[in-house]
DNA sequence: GCATGATGC
DNA sequence: AGCATCATGC
């Protein structure tokens, strides 16, 4: 009911107010021009808290013994005013409470120089939304009709009979029982048909690579060509929602449409980013290079790994020098596929098997890769090592920041549970902390343009990347402006390397 | 509602 | 192999 909303803002002028989920406040008043100051958000605190609250406060009140109705129920039926002042009560009441765990847990600079100042970020980047042209997404869909129907008779063909390509079930009895092709491995359901398998199976049949076509063009035509049209509003802009209390290591998720998935490696998907046009002159893309990388060689503080970044060196190139003892510039593209392939496993918690099934060789051979690693950069290994074992010890890891991850899987009976406990341990502090910095430097630029007047906006953010909506007369000011805070917003033992593009629409901010 | 498989960093 | 979202089949 908004016919008394205009008294909001005079009610709550000169009061502290607490709230849960102030980001859905700050859209729903914005429509009136309200913009009311908050304190506090018991959404984030017990998110930070890891409390399982979602994006109900229903939640949280009803495993301490409340009996509250979910938001989703009070939707359909109607909201109970009893309900509503339990809630506001809980909020109130529990306020100094959830302040005092922060305290205690060390997370309270995280909360209110982060986390708290973030919401209003996020907030004014989904109310701007993006601009998407739905004439440019039907072409494609149109076109794309085309081809997948060429390649469905194409396939049914090749198979010898009609059936469902969609259905992993139909296609694995065709592919492993009619067509007899071998690398046949079982899941609960059926056989494997994933991109891995199909890979192997590639040579040994033409309609492998049909499958994969289709595959790859159906995804773009269902869940982009369409599904981002059906998110298209009134406005002609798509308003993502950025998840601030979702995922276990402090990145943001992009939900309703997720745009931090928009297809960039493909071709084929990547035209998709045609349809994404900016309000102003041009978009401007800034990416932070090797970021997380740059974490490791940080947190683990090894010289080796530090000293590469600080020559700005190739840092793919540079460890495949070192694991096969040549020199940069005889490093061949096979060399450099490889150690970029074990620098991803270090990142994610190596594990021989892992680093095996992606470079398709033996776990042997793969931990081989791995201990060479490990003796090129020792630092990397005792900072594995001492993770580990204070995660062990503690049952949680932290970020730089403080942000907490308690690791139940480590008190796992099961072997398997208990690596992949490790192997958390060992990856959300790099992905944390990366992500703690990248929202940093969200809030020093959004508070910069602010004072500096400029109408030039920040859109999107990428994990590693913002796209901003910019006017040319603002152009090298907001370049300016967005490099140095990315850069500089905090200190590590190397430098942070950010680059950037323009584009006047997506596909062409490279 | 779960499993599978596509997409991103 | 770490973190995600969405579409589809069954």
Redesign the pocket.
């Known amino acids: 009911d908004r016919s008394n909303v205009s008294i909001i803002d005079k009610v709550l002028n000169d009061k502290k107010i607490f709230t849960f989920d102030q980001n859905k406040n700050f859209i729903l008043l914005k429509r009136d021009n309200i913009e009311i100051d908050v304190s506090d958000d018991l959404m984030i605190s017990s998110y930070l808290l890891n409390y399982n609250t979602k994006d109900d406060i229903a939640y949280l009140m009803n495993s301490s013994g409340y009996d509250v109705t979910f938001y989703q129920n009070s939707l359909k039926n109607g909201f109970d005013k009893k309900d509503i002042l339990l809630k506001a009560r809980f909020i109130y009441d529990t306020r100094d409470k959830y302040i005092e765990m922060l305290e205690k847990e060390e997370m309270l600079d995280l909360y209110k120089d982060i986390e708290m100042p973030l919401i209003t970020v996020l907030a004014n980047m989904e109310y701007s939304g993006i601009r998407v042209d739905r004439n440019i997404l039907k072409d494609m869909d149109e076109e794309m009709s085309l081809r997948l129907k060429e390649i469905e008779t194409e396939i049914y063909d090749l198979a010898g009979e009609e059936f ?1 390509i ?7 009895v065709v592919l492993f029982e009619k067509l007899n092709l071998p690398y046949a491995k079982k ?12 890979n192997k199976l590639a040579s040994y049949h033409p309609i492998i690579n049909k ?2 076509e289709y ?2 063009l ?7 060509l ?3 049209t ?1 998110y298209i509003r009134e406005d002609g802009k798509i308003h ?1 929602i950025y ?1 601030q209390n ?4 402090g ?1 943001l ?6 745009l ?7 071709e084929d ?2 035209k998709i980013r045609k349809a994404f046009l900016p309000c102003n002159d041009m978009f401007l893309s800034a ?2 290079s090797q ?2 990388l740059r974490v490791l060689a940080h947190v683990s503080d090894s010289k080796e790994l530090q000293q590469a970044f600080i020559n700005d060196e190739d840092i793919h190139s540079r460890v495949a020098a070192d694991m096969y003892g040549t020199t940069i510039d005889e490093v061949t593209k096979e060399m450099r596929k490889t150690a970029k ?2 620098i ?8 021989g ?3 095996g ?3 398709e060789i033996s776990a042997t051979d ?1 931990k081989k890769f791995i201990n060479k690693y490990y003796e090129l950069y020792p630092g990397v290994k005792n900072y594995m090592d001492r993770i580990v074992e204070e995660a062990y010890r503690d049952g949680y890891v932290k970020t730089m920041f403080k942000r907490k991850r308690v690791i139940d899987e480590l008190n796992n009976k099961n072997f398997m549970i208990r ?2 406990g490790e ?2 341990a ?3 502090p790099i ?1 944390g902390t990366s992500a703690d910095i990248m929202k940093i430097a969200m809030i020093k630029i959004f508070n910069e343009m602010k004072e500096k007047n400029l109408k030039s906006k920040m859109l999107l953010q ?4 913002l796209i901003f909506d910019c006017l040319k007369e603002e152009k090298d000011v907001l370049e300016e402006l967005v490099r140095r805070n990315m850069e500089n917003c905090v200190k590590l033992s190397v430098p942070f390397k950010v680059s950037h593009d323009y584009g006047t629409d997506w596909y062409e901010t490279k």
């Open positions: 469902n969609s259905s992993p079930k139909q296609l694995g899941t609960k359901t059926g056989y494997k048909t994933d991109v891995s398998i199909l499958i994969l595959r790859g159906s995804k773009i035509k269902s869940t982009y369409e599904g981002l059906n993502t998840k979702l995922t276990r290591t990145r998720s992009s939900v309703e449409p997720n931090q998935n928009i297809p960039a490696r493909d998907g990547r990416d932070y970021m997380e392939a074990v991803f496993g270090i990142v994610y918690g190596i594990s098997f892992g680093l099934e992606n470079l793969a690596q992949s192997r958390i060992l990856n959300t992905q990428v994990h590693d990347e």
